[in-house]
Protein backbone atom coordinates (compact mmCIF):
# COMPACT_ATOMS: atom_id res chain seq x y z
CA UNK A 1 0.00 0.00 0.00
CA UNK A 2 2.86 2.47 0.89
CA UNK A 3 4.06 1.82 -2.56
CA UNK A 4 1.11 2.44 -4.18
CA UNK A 5 0.34 6.11 -2.60
CA UNK A 6 4.70 6.71 -3.17
CA UNK A 7 3.76 6.32 -6.75
CA UNK A 8 0.68 8.16 -6.80
CA UNK A 9 2.20 10.90 -4.95
CA UNK A 10 5.50 11.08 -7.46
CA UNK A 11 3.39 11.09 -10.33
CA UNK A 12 1.11 14.13 -9.26
CA UNK A 13 4.98 15.41 -8.81
CA UNK A 14 5.58 14.81 -11.68
CA UNK A 15 3.00 15.85 -13.91
CA UNK A 16 2.57 19.30 -11.69
CA UNK A 17 6.22 20.30 -12.69
CA UNK A 18 5.75 21.74 -16.15
CA UNK A 19 3.15 23.75 -14.55
CA UNK A 20 5.16 25.47 -11.66
CA UNK A 21 7.83 26.03 -14.44
CA UNK A 22 4.84 28.07 -16.50
CA UNK A 23 4.10 30.17 -13.67
CA UNK A 24 7.32 31.60 -12.36
CA UNK A 25 5.60 34.65 -11.38
CA UNK A 26 7.70 36.47 -14.12
CA UNK A 27 5.83 37.65 -17.39
CA UNK A 28 5.83 35.39 -20.26
CA UNK A 29 4.13 37.39 -23.21
CA UNK A 30 4.05 40.74 -24.24
CA UNK A 31 0.72 42.05 -22.27
CA UNK A 32 1.12 39.72 -19.39
CA UNK A 33 1.15 40.44 -15.91
CA UNK A 34 4.70 42.42 -14.43
CA UNK A 35 5.31 43.36 -18.38
CA UNK A 36 6.51 47.07 -19.05
CA UNK A 37 5.59 48.91 -22.52
CA UNK A 38 7.92 51.54 -23.67
CA UNK A 39 6.41 53.08 -26.90
CA UNK A 40 5.43 56.26 -28.45
CA UNK A 41 3.53 57.09 -32.00
CA UNK A 42 3.56 59.95 -34.47
CA UNK A 43 0.79 61.53 -36.14
CA UNK A 44 -0.13 64.11 -38.67
CA UNK A 45 -3.15 66.07 -39.48
CA UNK A 46 -4.17 68.12 -42.35
CA UNK A 47 -7.10 70.46 -41.93
CA UNK A 48 -8.79 72.90 -44.53
CA UNK A 49 -11.30 74.29 -46.73
CA UNK A 50 -14.28 76.92 -46.48
CA UNK A 51 -15.50 75.89 -42.29
CA UNK A 52 -11.58 77.05 -41.50
CA UNK A 53 -11.74 80.68 -43.88
CA UNK A 54 -9.67 79.28 -46.51
CA UNK A 55 -6.79 78.06 -44.16
CA UNK A 56 -4.63 75.12 -44.03
CA UNK A 57 -3.84 73.66 -40.32
CA UNK A 58 -1.31 71.22 -40.02
CA UNK A 59 -1.06 69.14 -36.70
CA UNK A 60 2.09 67.12 -35.96
CA UNK A 61 1.39 64.65 -33.54
CA UNK A 62 4.17 62.80 -30.81
CA UNK A 63 2.95 60.84 -28.03
CA UNK A 64 5.59 58.84 -26.09
CA UNK A 65 4.39 56.71 -23.20
CA UNK A 66 5.13 54.10 -20.29
CA UNK A 67 2.33 51.48 -19.09
CA UNK A 68 2.55 48.97 -16.18
CA UNK A 69 0.53 45.63 -17.00
CA UNK A 70 -0.68 45.24 -13.31
CA UNK A 71 -2.88 42.28 -14.67
CA UNK A 72 -2.91 40.58 -17.94
CA UNK A 73 -4.07 43.25 -21.12
CA UNK A 74 -4.68 46.11 -18.91
CA UNK A 75 -2.04 48.55 -18.97
CA UNK A 76 -1.53 52.02 -17.05
CA UNK A 77 0.64 54.60 -16.38
CA UNK A 78 1.93 57.79 -18.57
CA UNK A 79 2.16 59.15 -21.35
CA UNK A 80 3.84 62.63 -22.47
CA UNK A 81 2.44 64.71 -25.68
CA UNK A 82 4.33 67.53 -27.54
CA UNK A 83 2.00 68.96 -30.41
CA UNK A 84 2.44 71.22 -33.34
CA UNK A 85 0.01 73.52 -34.95
CA UNK A 86 1.09 75.27 -38.24
CA UNK A 87 -1.30 77.57 -40.21
CA UNK A 88 0.31 80.03 -43.31
CA UNK A 89 1.21 82.81 -40.57
CA UNK A 90 1.13 81.03 -37.01
CA UNK A 91 2.83 77.92 -35.49
CA UNK A 92 1.70 76.77 -31.77
CA UNK A 93 3.44 74.50 -29.36
CA UNK A 94 1.36 71.96 -27.07
CA UNK A 95 3.82 70.42 -24.32
CA UNK A 96 1.64 67.93 -21.95
CA UNK A 97 1.48 65.04 -19.76
CA UNK A 98 -0.80 63.17 -17.75
CA UNK A 99 -1.99 59.49 -17.03
CA UNK A 100 -2.97 56.92 -19.44
CA UNK A 101 -4.68 53.42 -19.28
CA UNK A 102 -5.12 50.58 -22.46
CA UNK A 103 -6.37 47.66 -22.81
CA UNK A 104 -4.89 45.05 -25.01
CA UNK A 105 -6.29 41.68 -26.54
CA UNK A 106 -4.86 38.40 -26.98
CA UNK A 107 -2.64 36.14 -25.23
CA UNK A 108 0.55 34.06 -25.05
CA UNK A 109 0.44 32.98 -28.40
CA UNK A 110 -0.52 36.50 -30.08
CA UNK A 111 1.28 37.93 -32.93
CA UNK A 112 -1.15 41.11 -33.29
CA UNK A 113 -2.48 42.97 -30.12
CA UNK A 114 -5.68 44.96 -30.86
CA UNK A 115 -6.44 47.96 -27.98
CA UNK A 116 -8.07 50.56 -26.88
CA UNK A 117 -6.62 53.29 -24.96
CA UNK A 118 -7.65 56.67 -22.94
CA UNK A 119 -5.39 59.37 -21.76
CA UNK A 120 -5.96 62.51 -19.56
CA UNK A 121 -3.13 65.13 -20.64
CA UNK A 122 -2.92 68.65 -19.40
CA UNK A 123 -0.43 71.13 -20.71
CA UNK A 124 0.45 74.56 -21.77
CA UNK A 125 0.73 76.17 -25.37
CA UNK A 126 3.35 78.23 -26.23
CA UNK A 127 0.71 81.22 -26.53
CA UNK A 128 -0.25 81.43 -23.07
CA UNK A 129 -3.09 78.82 -22.95
CA UNK A 130 -3.77 76.32 -21.20
CA UNK A 131 -5.05 72.67 -23.04
CA UNK A 132 -6.75 69.29 -21.18
CA UNK A 133 -6.87 66.97 -23.91
CA UNK A 134 -8.77 64.40 -23.41
CA UNK A 135 -7.47 61.00 -26.00
CA UNK A 136 -9.31 58.16 -26.81
CA UNK A 137 -6.85 55.79 -29.35
CA UNK A 138 -7.90 52.52 -31.27
CA UNK A 139 -5.63 50.33 -33.10
CA UNK A 140 -3.37 47.19 -33.41
CA UNK A 141 0.36 46.38 -32.25
CA UNK A 142 2.05 43.77 -34.46
CA UNK A 143 5.12 42.20 -32.92
CA UNK A 144 8.03 42.42 -34.60
CA UNK A 145 9.55 40.50 -32.38
CA UNK A 146 9.57 39.05 -29.17
CA UNK A 147 9.96 42.36 -27.54
CA UNK A 148 9.28 44.78 -30.02
CA UNK A 149 6.00 45.58 -32.06
CA UNK A 150 4.82 48.19 -34.61
CA UNK A 151 1.70 50.05 -34.31
CA UNK A 152 -0.98 51.70 -36.28
CA UNK A 153 -4.04 53.74 -34.39
CA UNK A 154 -6.96 55.97 -35.02
CA UNK A 155 -7.02 58.73 -32.37
CA UNK A 156 -9.56 61.13 -31.25
CA UNK A 157 -8.72 63.85 -29.11
CA UNK A 158 -11.34 66.44 -27.51
CA UNK A 159 -9.46 69.87 -26.24
CA UNK A 160 -10.41 72.85 -24.25
CA UNK A 161 -8.00 75.67 -24.26
CA UNK A 162 -8.13 78.44 -21.43
CA UNK A 163 -6.28 82.09 -22.04
CA UNK A 164 -4.27 82.67 -18.63
CA UNK A 165 -4.90 86.29 -18.83
CA UNK A 166 -9.16 86.06 -19.28
CA UNK A 167 -12.02 83.97 -19.05
CA UNK A 168 -11.74 82.72 -22.70
CA UNK A 169 -12.56 79.57 -23.21
CA UNK A 170 -11.96 77.84 -26.52
CA UNK A 171 -12.79 73.78 -27.00
CA UNK A 172 -12.29 71.81 -30.20
CA UNK A 173 -11.56 68.21 -31.03
CA UNK A 174 -9.06 66.41 -33.82
CA UNK A 175 -9.13 62.85 -35.59
CA UNK A 176 -6.01 61.51 -37.28
CA UNK A 177 -4.00 58.23 -37.43
CA UNK A 178 -0.41 57.84 -36.13
CA UNK A 179 1.74 55.23 -36.31
CA UNK A 180 5.59 53.79 -34.00
CA UNK A 181 7.18 51.62 -32.53
CA UNK A 182 6.53 49.42 -28.75
CA UNK A 183 9.15 48.01 -26.64
CA UNK A 184 7.75 45.41 -24.15
CA UNK A 185 10.45 44.33 -20.80
CA UNK A 186 9.10 40.89 -19.66
Do not use: W
Not at 25 to 32: E, F, M, Q
Request: charged share 15%; aromatic share 14%.
Amino acid sequence: MKRVALLIVSAILILALPLAAQDDGRPSYAVDRGSILAGGSAGFVSVGGDARADERISIFTFNPAVLYFAIPNVGVGGQLMFKRESTEGDTKTFYGAGPTAAYFFGGEKSVVFPFLSMSFIYGKKTDEYTETVLRFTGGTTYMLARNVGMTGEIFYLIENFDMESSDVSVSGNTFGVAFGLSAFIF
